[in-house]
């Protein structure tokens, strides 16, 4: 999850969806139904920087994707700890920091995929939906006033959050909100 959400930065879905559908075609063992798995840490640490450049086309991302493999391979970075509440979530999210190419907005996604949901992980989408939701939301401030609406559901405001952005995909066409 952490390397697919470094290929979501500051780029297009449709271009996340390329890089990782790449890392698998061309690094996931092939599974009995002919299908291929994400690549393991293993395979891809043995990948040189080029070909997260050149064949997954990674641009700037290829060191990182690289030095995420190589510290999860070699057991310096272990990540299956973070999920859950055992970790306080201000540790969870400085180790996170800590990989290269993990800032913020990748950092607070993957928080709530740990199941730590106090931080939002605003990005274009996110405040384009919120603009459209509530549309009397100035500009100027933008996260800041998402912030403060979703501050009463703390420590679960990023949950909150996207539960809110998404209530369409999730709802009846006809269901109206009160």
């Excluded at 080029?50 to 690289?66: E, I, S, T």
């Excluded at 493999?69 to 310096?76: D, I, L, Q």
């Excluded at 931080?119 to 998402?146: E, M, N, Q, V």
Aim: charged share 25%; proline share 6%; glycine share 8%.
């Amino acid at each position: 999850d952490v390397m697919k959400m470094l290929c979501t930065t500051n780029c297009s879905w449709s271009l996340t969806r390329f890089m990782v559908e790449r890392l698998v075609e061309k690094a996931g063992a092939v599974g009995p139904g002919g299908g291929r798995a994400f690549p393991t840490a293993a395979v891809l640490a043995r990948k040189p920087v080029a070909f997260f450049r050149d064949v997954v086309r990674a641009g700037y991302r290829a060191p990182y994707l690289k030095a995420l493999a190589t510290r999860v391979a070699g057991g310096e970075l272990e990540l299956e700890s973070l999920r859950g509440g055992a970790i306080p979530s201000d540790v969870v999210y400085a180790r996170l920091r800590s990989i290269m190419g993990i800032g913020p907005y990748a950092a607070d996604n993957l928080m709530r995929l740990l199941g730590h949901n106090d931080r939002l992980g605003l990005d274009s989408w996110c405040r384009a939906r919120f603009k459209k939701l509530y549309p009397k939301t100035r500009k100027t401030g933008l996260d800041a006033a998402i912030a403060r609406r979703y501050r009463p559901f703390a420590p679960h405001s990023g949950l909150a959050m996207w539960l809110d952005l998404t209530r369409s995909w999730h709802e009846p066409a006809d269901t109206v909100w009160p």
